[in-house]
């Protein structure tokens, strides 16, 4: 098919009217059905408010009796409010959707019975395989007998098992059949699919991931404990602060945590400045969050002690020289320290002094080898709605089970709980306490690990203890002081969670109420200060007025103390002018802030030593900041200047920077210079500290409530009629805002944007419409969430922060009571044409993303917005003048909810946010809509939302979903889904790049429109689907990529919880007889109408009127038969959606417990039928399980050995069962026939094919199926058979044992392991991974566009396999058992299906054929391994099928014996035997029958059984012997003399195997056999002239082809019983078979025979006028004659040996020989190796010994516990007659009978003598065939000896000589080195025995005995001729040679001459007596010496010895 080309059935048909139905038929429907599924008149949806889940016990609120801003309120609201969700009713309860995912079938398998299965039982029964040579011995007993006698002997030695009683009773069948069905049907497995795994996910686009539900975000949280701390001495309280520091960023990531771990004794010392202690402040364990974990994160413990005189060094002596330990003086002097402690303490107690600090690295707890990812880690842990959230939970669960694992986002393996003792700590530096120097000395401490140099230590102990904390501890605090759940009464001490200060953004919105304010002093300088200013404190207050008394209790206290203070003191320096400070003062900010809250910080000196009188503080100066500026919340760093009096009243309403001159002036520390350095940050969930935020809350609050104008917002002054434009304007910027910001508030800054565009707005008189402004914003922000690399997304694609806003927050906008903004309201129309001028519309929207790209895109401009906002303010200027667009007036009435009395066609005064909403994305434009369709699924969810809820609130869940929505909103969301459509199909024919959005498009449509048809006209969204489809299919050309989209599509919509309402699947009632009734299965199928019949078959059938009622199940089986149809790149991958798109619905419907009662089953199987056509129609496209399973399953062993084991190949096997009906179609057996090149599916695609059709044929009314049997034409029949047949292997056990290597259901899937776990560590797990796959484009759903990329979700499966490699062998045994039913069950459907195919065809006349394909498929689930439940049935059947067709049993027992022996590698041949001889028994016995010929017959059918037993496993045997092998691969062959079929394919089987080992000849003869056995039946059948007659035809191929010819008496007639139906008795087959031997014979370089196997089938194909096919054959032949000329003599052949077998070892091979033909340039010892080495195998390498001469062998002398092999290097034999006949090359190497071998020896037995005693003996051995035949070992027959005279051995020799010298001379080309090397032996002066030599020895003198005279005479004439050709041969080489070889030349002709010279005499001289005519010579003694003269030297040596 062209891509083009799409099938004519593609387009949908025209769906039913499916309400209007609904209200017709209501009630004639099967109502109770479709109720049991989810009822009609009820709605999907229920819209539900769900409470926010609450950390805390109490919600986080502002404080109580505040009258809150606006804006807080708000953000309040939004934070506490419950969430609203809306659900579908009937989704199914959690277990089925879990039962679909394998997650639940936890226990499942305990409901399972446990199979049994042949394999398994054997393991544990028989030890390993039986052993060769013991094995070899048990055959040989049988040996040399004869056939009959071998099995009688064999069968009536054995003894017969016990005889069942009855066996020979007579039942009738009709009762068997019965007791039979009822024996099947009970204990059947109910849901075939719980069987089955669960397939990939990989196409699960339906499954749409439920967001995760906002929360407050955490980080990785770590608890710690602090244990103790202890100096060497103990004088005085210590407090301990700890904070984590990220010293790669230069940054404190989280707050302090302050301790006291003093002992009461050191408290007792400040109890004067201690007046509560709170529980909250006993805290000593901390729990402190990290996002982002790194090996630079330091836990910093600083070490502060109360205030005393000197400096931190003097303090700290004490501590370095006195231990405690010492005793004595030291005891005393630590008593007297300690007393001095008491005293500074009571009168300094709230002053500290820093002393000492100690860092404490954390690389080891935030692994580092985890942290090489940390750049990646960041998405996966922040930018997640809660994403990241998650992750962290469930890190700190596993933590806390102690079972880390590397992957977990940076928490190290090693994260156990560990204490930590820290026993030396760094003095602080006076003059080095800022957060720099902090940091420096850390980068110090992290590349030396000390810094004593510089700084002295102080010898201590802190022991503390840090652990992952758990999910929930016990008694905690938030950083709010929040008690957080659970949080028991009685604990008294608390852990605290540390509020974490993160490294960079996270992007996750505030879900609580958090409000806090941190003040960090850094620096003051007083150098240039009167000299009193020394020891400097500072104290810090939040006041909320001016005077003392306004200092607010809102501090968060320190160790040991209340919970909040009004003021805190820093630490103080001694002696220090220009002190650093690191204090922290958290503060809990009022919610209500006003121009009053300031910070006051108040410098005072403190007197260490007493004086008298005077006081401890001196006051030094004042300095504040306002909380607030232009009513923003100040933040950031701040250099203040110091007054050094008293502050003048209303100070705080400015700056201290910028107060205005005062009089008396204020006196200020250096001239009003800022001196005092601070840093003021704050944590805020409704502090937005974002300008563009601000501005726009604000705004917006100004139109909800009542203000005073002009407003204030920021530093600019709003008026009235400003308020419009400024707020457009907002609306435009809300986007500049930075993401951070933009993110935490997304929830408050959607429904603000909602509310504005359905809120009617009146400013200034003028009616205001926001919508379009609102709508663009929404759009805006939803591109920029998108497109942030930070933020996640799911499978989807979608942003998960929108999803989860969508799902949770969102709700539709409540409208308030419109509030007048001065002016009267008029009246207008409906408002909805003229809301705003598209034109500017558009380029305000367009203007507005470009200004968004450049921000986005650029990170630097995120904080200047100035080019933008510019921008902004020109467009809004010139929408100004556009008057009509940007303002109108409108009338509100008071109440919005009453419908105003205007004629307009919707209610003016009320928007529907559903209405609006559809009309904004129709009427959008430009970069807007391309926007709002890229990122469809949002503004989809919300449409979908907004509807469920006006449904809910309407209370129209009763009345008609015709008139639930306008006909305007139906008309604008057909608009939309035809425009996305067309979007999604422009995105298609774009590049590469766009497929995926075109993909996430398209699923957003689909589940848009799933979710439509629970709330609109069903009819309506049906006629959606069938537009988008036709949209989609007229714009798209690639037809992979458009059925993929399709189904992606439809898979989605097919996934509805009410699907098969909608598909109105209980409404096959009219179509199709009623389910289950008797009447019907009792009603004889002939007395049903044709119409009935007619209707039958139709419901098999994909039929426009089965489309248009069953609407979207039509549409996937569209989608399934086009992709099955389809071809062309990627098609693979559809069809594989296809098929798992059907799996997946019948999977949930199998599962779903709505579909439990049978009826239901029946009526969804009914639905379902066409499915059965189509997968029928399939049928050459499925997966050829015969080859998959050896490849797939192999547990070890080459191609060859798996070959061997299963001795008869599958094909066999269907010969073997009497494959005897039309094979059109069945890919597995035809895989040699032509066809439509299909597609081919994979295993996995044909499995989940298969088990749709079983669980169908399962489910469906099993009456209908018989008569849709009963009806099909026989091809159809057939074509069902093979289905089953390719059922049977499909669901075939794979064993327990496999379960280890194949994880059977895990690792078929994982198609590649390897790629996989080449992905998974390109892609790496974790964070990394999901980085990776955000940024992968998910093209794998795309075929033919990028078929190497695979879809991201694969990780998932690459883990699941690799978890699987180490399952448990509870996990291995509980997969067996599943597996085990399955294959129990899926087979027992098969064998129900056979059944029923029997039954039906009880009636029809092809019974036969079909028989014996039930019988095939039967013999075919026999061969697999199978539970004792199916064979129990299985032979049930049997039975009966055997006891109703007896006359074919012969034939098909032995056909199926012969497969079964040959298949099974592990049966046991003596049970078999047993059985047989039980049979035997059994015939014996039936003394009803014995009269009859049957008892013999079965003796005689039990005999043959036997043999070819025999020969089978001794096939097994010679795996390793392949002449052995073919041996008896054809003695089974022969034994099949009589069954043309099984003869024919054991020929083609042994053509196979020579194909395998290389020997083409051999193969092609095969085929050559086959022909002639086919033409023998052919010319039986029909007489063609042009069809060879018989084998005959055949001699000129090879004379051995006559052994095909059918002379047999038994041998069955072809018309017999399905005799010689198969594929190959026809004239195509005997065609196909020569042409198949031809192409052999020619790569076998045979090319005479070629021609020869040609002249055969040309006449045939001249008789078809196949005119193409003689063109091909013609050009075959011209390369053939080709060949034939140019490579003549260049072709090998061959090689011969004889091989002849001596010892009793060897069983029948003993004293045996044979001529072995083996590759051309064989060795002698290649082969002597190759028989050695197997032998030795078999028998033991000690008991083998070759022979190594060929003298004959004497057995009296060999010992007779070894074998002895004899191996002789033999060459072809012709008579002097044959080689007139015999002239080419090719001539002299075919068709070879007779072969010699010489063998010389003397008369006193040594092998070799002097000339003239070395006789020769030369024996011929003559073959039972001719050379090539079909195997490569012929035995001997015939074998004569002739022994040659030394004189005759000497005529032999120059013989030869002579030859070759006129060889080297005539050579073309010449070749000069052969010639001379011939030369060389012939001349060469120093020959040893050469031709001189020989001369002198017989030719010197005549000899005595006259009988000699004429072999002296031979001779002499021999060497006559010899000198001659030396002669040409030294003048030839003369002409040849070159320059430098002149001198050999010489030497050469020297020689030459000399030999001539010696020799002359001996030749001249003639034996006169033999040239007197005596007598005449009778003519038949003509015949020269060749035969009858070794006859007569044979005479003379008898005579003469």
């Given at each position: ?291 982002y974990p790194s090996s630079d994160i330091y836990l910093v413990v600083k070490i502060e002690k109360v205030l005393q005189q000197g400096e931190i060094g003097d303090c700290a002596e004490p501590y370095l020289v006195i231990k405690e330990s010492d005793g004595g003086k030291s005891k005393e002097k630590i008593e007297k320290l300690k007393l001095q402690a008491e005293s500074f303490c009571q009168r300094l107690g709230k002053y500290r002094m820093p002393f000492a600090w100690a860092p404490i690295s954390l690389s080891s707890f935030f692994n580092v080898s985890t942290l090489e990812r940390e750049v990646t880690d960041v998405d996966s842990v922040v930018g997640r709605s809660s994403v990241g959230e998650r992750r962290t939970l469930v890190q700190s669960r596993r933590l806390s089970e102690r079972a880390l694992s590397l992957e977990e986002n940076g928490l190290g393996s090693n994260f156990k709980t560990s204490t930590l003792s820290v026993s030396s700590f760094f003095k602080q530096e006076g003059d080095r306490l800022s957060d720099e120097d902090l940091f420096k000395f850390l980068a110090d401490y992290k590349r030396s690990s000390s810094l004593q140099r510089r700084v002295k230590s102080i010898p201590g102990l802190l022991r503390l203890e840090i652990s992952t904390a758990p999910e929930i501890i016990n008694c905690c605090l938030t950083p709010e002081m929040l008690p957080v759940k659970p949080f028991p009464e009685n604990r008294t001490r608390p852990h605290k969670e540390i509020l974490e200060f993160p490294t960079r953004e996270v992007y996750v919105p505030h879900t609580v109420y958090r409000n806090l304010l941190y003040v960090y002093p850094q620096r003051l300088n007083f150098v240039n200060k009167l000299a009193s200013a020394r020891n400097i404190t500072i104290k810090i207050q939040f006041m909320c007025g001016e005077d003392a008394s306004s200092a607010m209790p809102v501090i968060f206290g320190k160790s040991s103390g209340p919970e909040f203070l009004q003021e805190v003191y820093t630490a103080v320096t001694y002696h220090n002018k220009s002190p650093d400070f690191y204090e922290e003062v958290k503060i809990k900010l009022p919610a209500k802030l006003t121009v009053n809250h300031h910070l006051l910080f108040t410098f005072y000196h403190i007197s260490c030593q007493q004086k008298q009188g005077a006081s401890v503080e001196t006051l030094l100066g004042y300095s504040w900041l306002p909380i607030l500026l232009n009513e923003r919340l100040q933040t950031g760093s701040y250099c203040l200047p110091v007054a050094l009096e008293k502050l003048p009243p209303n100070y705080s309403m400015h700056s201290a920077e910028k107060v205005p001159l005062q009089n008396p002036p204020i006196k200020w520390a250096e001239g009003h210079k800022g001196v005092f350095n601070i840093e003021v940050q704050a944590v805020s969930s409704v502090h937005t500290q974002d300008n563009h935020l601000e501005k726009f809350f604000t705004l917006c609050h100004s139109l909800e409530s009542q203000v005073t104008f002009p407003i204030r917002v920021l530093d600019q002054k709003i008026s009235e009629m400003a308020l419009e434009h400024e707020l457009k304007l907002s609306i435009i910027c809300l986007n500049s805002s930075r993401l951070e910001p933009l993110v935490l508030f997304l929830h408050l800054v959607l429904d603000k944007l909602f509310q504005l565009s359905v809120q009617p707005m009146v400013i200034a008189g003028q009616t205001a419409n926001f919508s379009q402004f609102a709508f663009e914003s929404v759009v805006a922000i939803a591109n920029s969430l998108h497109n942030s690399k930070d933020l996640s997304k ?1208």
């Amino acid at each position: 098919m062209k891509p083009s080309q799409k099938p004519q059935f593609y387009d949908p048909v025209e769906p039913v009217d499916f309400e209007g139905l609904l209200m017709t038929h209501l009630n004639s429907l099967d109502v109770q059905l479709a109720q049991e599924l989810g009822d009609f008149t009820d709605d999907d949806l229920d819209v539900v408010f769900t409470p926010k889940e609450c950390r805390t016990l109490q919600p986080s609120l502002p404080e109580e009796g505040v009258e809150l801003d606006p804006h807080v309120r708000d953000c309040v609201q939004t934070y506490i409010r419950e969430w609203l969700i809306v659900n579908r009713k009937n989704q199914g309860s959690p277990e089925i959707c879990g039962f679909k995912k394998t997650g639940s079938r936890k226990d499942f398998h305990k409901t399972l019975p446990k199979q049994t299965f042949e394999s398994e039982t054997l393991e544990c029964s028989e030890p390993a395989a039986q052993t060769g040579p013991r094995h070899l011995n048990v055959l040989c007993d049988v040996s040399g007998k004869g056939p009959v006698t071998a099995c009688d002997f064999d069968l009536r030695s054995l003894q017969p098992d016990k005889r069942l009683e009855n066996l020979l009773q007579q039942v009738s069948a009709e009762d068997f059949e019965k007791q039979n069905e009822e024996a099947r049907r009970t204990n059947r497995q109910a849901e075939l699919f719980a069987l089955y795994p669960s397939v990939d996910e990989e196409d699960a686009v339906e499954i749409r991931p439920v967001p995760e539900c906002p929360k407050e975000h955490l980080g990785n949280r770590i608890l710690v404990k602090l244990l103790t701390l202890k100096f060497e001495i103990e004088i005085e309280p210590l407090f301990a602060s700890i904070a984590l520091y990220d010293v790669k960023e230069r940054k404190k990531i989280s707050e302090n945590f302050h301790c006291d771990l003093n002992s009461d004794q050191f408290k007792g010392f400040l109890r004067a400045h201690t007046p509560s202690v709170a529980a909250s402040s006993l805290a000593r364990s901390a729990v402190f969050s990290v996002t982002y974990p790194s090996s630079d994160i330091y836990l910093v413990v600083k070490i502060e002690k109360v205030l005393q005189q000197g400096e931190i060094g003097d303090c700290a002596e004490p501590y370095l020289v006195i231990k405690e330990s010492d005793g004595g003086k030291s005891k005393e002097k630590i008593e007297k320290l300690k007393l001095q402690a008491e005293s500074f303490c009571q009168r300094l107690g709230k002053y500290r002094m820093p002393f000492a600090w100690a860092p404490i690295s954390l690389s080891s707890f935030f692994n580092v080898s985890t942290l090489e990812r940390e750049v990646t880690d960041v998405d996966s842990v922040v930018g997640r709605s809660s994403v990241g959230e998650r992750r962290t939970l469930v890190q700190s669960r596993r933590l806390s089970e102690r079972a880390l694992s590397l992957e977990e986002n940076g928490l190290g393996s090693n994260f156990k709980t560990s204490t930590l003792s820290v026993s030396s700590f760094f003095k602080q530096e006076g003059d080095r306490l800022s957060d720099e120097d902090l940091f420096k000395f850390l980068a110090d401490y992290k590349r030396s690990s000390s810094l004593q140099r510089r700084v002295k230590s102080i010898p201590g102990l802190l022991r503390l203890e840090i652990s992952t904390a758990p999910e929930i501890i016990n008694c905690c605090l938030t950083p709010e002081m929040l008690p957080v759940k659970p949080f028991p009464e009685n604990r008294t001490r608390p852990h605290k969670e540390i509020l974490e200060f993160p490294t960079r953004e996270v992007y996750v919105p505030h879900t609580v109420y958090r409000n806090l304010l941190y003040v960090y002093p850094q620096r003051l300088n007083f150098v240039n200060k009167l000299a009193s200013a020394r020891n400097i404190t500072i104290k810090i207050q939040f006041m909320c007025g001016e005077d003392a008394s306004s200092a607010m209790p809102v501090i968060f206290g320190k160790s040991s103390g209340p919970e909040f203070l009004q003021e805190v003191y820093t630490a103080v320096t001694y002696h220090n002018k220009s002190p650093d400070f690191y204090e922290e003062v958290k503060i809990k900010l009022p919610a209500k802030l006003t121009v009053n809250h300031h910070l006051l910080f108040t410098f005072y000196h403190i007197s260490c030593q007493q004086k008298q009188g005077a006081s401890v503080e001196t006051l030094l100066g004042y300095s504040w900041l306002p909380i607030l500026l232009n009513e923003r919340l100040q933040t950031g760093s701040y250099c203040l200047p110091v007054a050094l009096e008293k502050l003048p009243p209303n100070y705080s309403m400015h700056s201290a920077e910028k107060v205005p001159l005062q009089n008396p002036p204020i006196k200020w520390a250096e001239g009003h210079k800022g001196v005092f350095n601070i840093e003021v940050q704050a944590v805020s969930s409704v502090h937005t500290q974002d300008n563009h935020l601000e501005k726009f809350f604000t705004l917006c609050h100004s139109l909800e409530s009542q203000v005073t104008f002009p407003i204030r917002v920021l530093d600019q002054k709003i008026s009235e009629m400003a308020l419009e434009h400024e707020l457009k304007l907002s609306i435009i910027c809300l986007n500049s805002s930075r993401l951070e910001p933009l993110v935490l508030f997304l929830h408050l800054v959607l429904d603000k944007l909602f509310q504005l565009s359905v809120q009617p707005m009146v400013i200034a008189g003028q009616t205001a419409n926001f919508s379009q402004f609102a709508f663009e914003s929404v759009v805006a922000i939803a591109n920029s969430l998108h497109n942030s690399k930070d933020l996640s997304k799911d499978q989807h694609g979608r942003n998960c922060l929108l999803a989860s806003y969508v799902h949770y927050v969102f709700r539709l906008p409540e409208l308030q009571r419109d509030v007048p903004k001065s002016g009267a309201p008029t009246a207008l129309p409906d408002p909805r044409y003229h809301t705003y001028g598209r034109t500017s519309a558009a380029a305000v929207s367009s203007k507005l993303l470009q200004a968004r790209v450049m921000s986005s895109s650029n990170p630097d401009l995120a904080g200047t917005h100035s080019a933008a906002d510019e921008e902004v303010k020109n467009i809004m200027s010139s929408k100004i003048a556009d008057r009509n667009c940007s303002r109108m007036s409108y009338y509100c009435s008071g109440n919005s909810d009453v419908p105003s009395s205007t004629t307009a066609p919707r209610p003016a005064s009320k928007k529907h946010f559903h209405e609006e909403l559809a009309l904004q994305m129709v009427v959008s434009t430009g970069m807007v809509r391309e926007t709002v369709f890229k990122y469809a699924w949002f503004f989809f969810e919300l449409l979908v939302k907004s509807m469920a809820q006006h449904v809910h609130n309407m209370d129209k869940q009763d009345s008609f979903r015709r008139t639930r929505f306008s006909d305007r909103f139906m008309d604008d969301i057909t608009t939309i889904v035809n425009v996305v459509t067309s979007e999604i199909a422009a995105l298609l024919v774009k590049p590469q790049k766009e497929n995926e959005q075109a993909e996430k498009m398209n699923i957003s449509l689909a589940f848009f429109l799933y979710d439509l048809l629970s709330l609109m006209d069903r009819g309506f969204v049906f006629n959606l689907i069938r537009h988008y489809c036709n949209q989609l299919s007229a714009k798209l050309n690639n037809l992979p990529t458009l059925i993929s989209m399709r189904l992606e599509f439809l898979r989605i919509l097919c996934s509805h919880e009410h699907y098969l309402n909608l598909n109105l699947f209980f409404m096959n009632a009219d179509t199709a007889p009623t389910s289950p009734c008797p009447s019907i299965s009792s009603q004889n199928s002939s007395s049903c109408s044709s119409f009935q019949d007619q209707k039958i078959a139709s419901m098999f059938d994909l039929t426009s009127e089965y489309r248009q009622q069953h609407f979207l199940t039509g549409l996937l089986f569209t989608e399934l038969a086009a992709a099955l149809d389809a071809e062309g790149e990627g098609i693979s991958k559809v069809q594989r959606k296809a098929v798992s798109a059907i799996h997946s619905l019948l999977s949930s419907h199998d599962l779903d417990p709505r579909c439990v009662k049978p009826e239901v089953k029946v009526k969804i199987a009914a639905l379902y039928l066409p499915l059965v056509g189509i997968i029928l129609d399939a049928l050459p496209q499925l997966c050829d399980f015969t080859v998959a399973d050896t490849r797939r399953y192999r547990t070890s062993g080459s191609d060859e050995e798996q070959e061997g084991a299963g001795a008869i190949n599958q094909n066999v096997a269907l010969a073997i069962a009497g494959n005897h009906f039309n094979l059109k179609t069945s890919g597995i057996v035809l895989s040699s026939l032509p066809y439509k090149q299909y597609n081919m599916l994979n295993a996995d695609t044909t499995r989940n094919l298969m088990i749709c059709f079983l669980w169908i044929m399962k489910n469906a009314d099993q009456s209908l199926i018989r008569k849709w049997i009963a009806d099909l034409p026989s091809m159809q029949l057939n074509r069902i058979l093979d289905l089953l047949f390719i059922c049977v292997l499909c669901f075939e056990y794979k064993g327990k044992q496999n379960s280890d290597k194949v994880s059977t259901q895990v690792l078929q899937k994982s198609r590649d392991v390897k790629a996989r776990l080449e992905e998974a560590l390109l892609r790496g797990e974790g964070a990394r991974g999901e980085m990776m796959r955000r940024r992968a484009p998910g093209n794998d759903r795309f075929p033919g566009l990028n078929e190497n990329l695979r879809w991201k979700k694969e990780q998932t499966h690459w883990r699941q396999a690799n978890e699987k490699l180490d399952k448990t062998k509870a996990e291995l045994d509980q997969e067996a058992l599943i597996s085990g039913n399955l294959a129990t069950e899926a087979h027992l459907i098969i064998l129900d299906m056979q059944e029923n195919i029997i039954q039906a065809s009880s009636a029809l006349d092809c019974k036969d054929s079909l028989l014996g394909g039930v019988l095939r498929v039967l013999v075919n689930s026999l061969n697999c391994d199978q539970s004792t439940t199916y064979l129990t049935h299985c032979f049930a059947t049997l039975r009966a099928l055997i006891a109703k067709n007896f006359a074919r049993v012969k034939m098909q027992v032995t056909m199926s014996l012969a497969s079964l022996v040959g298949r099974a590698p592990d049966f046991n041949e003596e049970h078999l035997r047993r059985s047989l001889r039980t049979i035997l028994a059994y015939s014996e016995e039936d003394t009803a029958m014995q009269l009859t010929p049957f008892p013999t017959q079965v003796e005689e059918l039990l005999c043959n059984l036997n043999s070819i037993l025999y020969d089978t496993v001794k096939m097994r045997e010679f795996q390793e012997d392949p002449e052995m092998l073919m041996d008896l691969m054809y003695r089974i062959a022969k034994s099949y003399q009589a069954s043309p079929d099984l003869r024919l394919t054991w020929l083609q089987n042994m053509a196979e195997k020579h194909t395998k080992k290389k020997c083409y000849t051999e193969a092609a003869m095969c085929l050559v056999h086959a022909a002639a056995l086919v033409a023998e039946y052919l010319s039986m059948l029909e007489d063609h002239s042009y069809l060879p007659v018989g084998s005959v035809s055949f001699q000129n191929i090879s004379s051995n082809v006559l052994e095909e010819s059918v002379v047999s008496d038994d041998t069955l007639s072809p018309d017999e019983d399905g005799v010689c139906a198969g594929q190959y008795f026809t004239e195509s087959g005997l065609v196909g078979l020569l042409e198949q031997a031809a192409e052999l014979f020619s790569t076998g370089g045979l090319y005479e025979t070629v021609n020869e196997v040609y002249k055969l089938v040309i006449p045939i194909l001249e008789a078809h006028r196949e005119f193409r096919k003689l063109t091909l054959t013609h050009s075959k032949l011209q390369r053939a004659f080709d060949s034939i000329v140019n490579k003549d003599h260049k072709r090998m052949f061959g090689t011969y040996f004889r091989v002849g077998f001596f010892g009793s070892k060897f069983g029948d091979l003993d004293e045996q020989e044979f001529v072995y033909k083996e590759p051309a340039i064989t060795k002698l010892p290649e082969i002597s190796h190759r028989l050695e080495a197997f032998y030795g195998q078999c028998f033991g390498a000690e008991f083998v010994e070759v022979i190594k001469d060929s003298t004959p062998v004497d057995k009296t002398k060999l010992d007779p516990n070894k074998a002895y092999i004899q191996i002789t290097f033999v060459e072809p034999y012709f008579d002097e007659y044959e080689m007139k006949d015999r002239v080419t090359y090719f001539e002299k190497n075919f068709n070879l009978r007779r072969f010699m071998y010489t063998t010389p020896f003397t008369l006193e037995g040594r092998p070799r003598g002097e000339l003239h005693e070395q006789y020769r003996r030369n024996t011929v051995l003559t073959t039972m065939h001719a050379f090539p035949y079909i195997k490569t070992r012929i035995s001997v027959i015939q074998k004569e000896e002739f022994v040659l005279t030394p004189i005759e051995v000497a005529i032999e020799d120059m013989k030869k000589k002579t030859l070759q010298l006129a060889v080297a001379i005539n050579q073309e080309p010449p070749d000069p080195k052969m010639l001379q090397m011939v030369l060389q032996g012939s001349v060469g002066a120093t020959v040893n025995q050469g031709p001189l030599e020989v001369a002198q020895v017989f030719l010197a003198e005549i000899p005595a005995d006259p009988k000699l005279y004429r072999h002296h005479n031979k001779l002499r004439l021999c060497f006559k001729e010899f000198i001659m050709r030396c002669g040409e041969a030294v003048e030839k080489n003369k002409r040849l040679i070159t320059a430098d070889q002149r001198e050999y030349q010489q030497e050469l002709k020297k020689n030459y001459s000399k030999l001539k010279e010696n020799l002359r005499p001996m030749i001249e001289r003639k034996i006169p007596e033999l040239y007197k005519p005596i007598f005449r010579i009778e003519s038949q003694k003509r015949d020269s010496f060749h035969r009858s003269s070794f006859r007569k030297c044979e005479t003379q040596l008898s005579q003469g010895s």
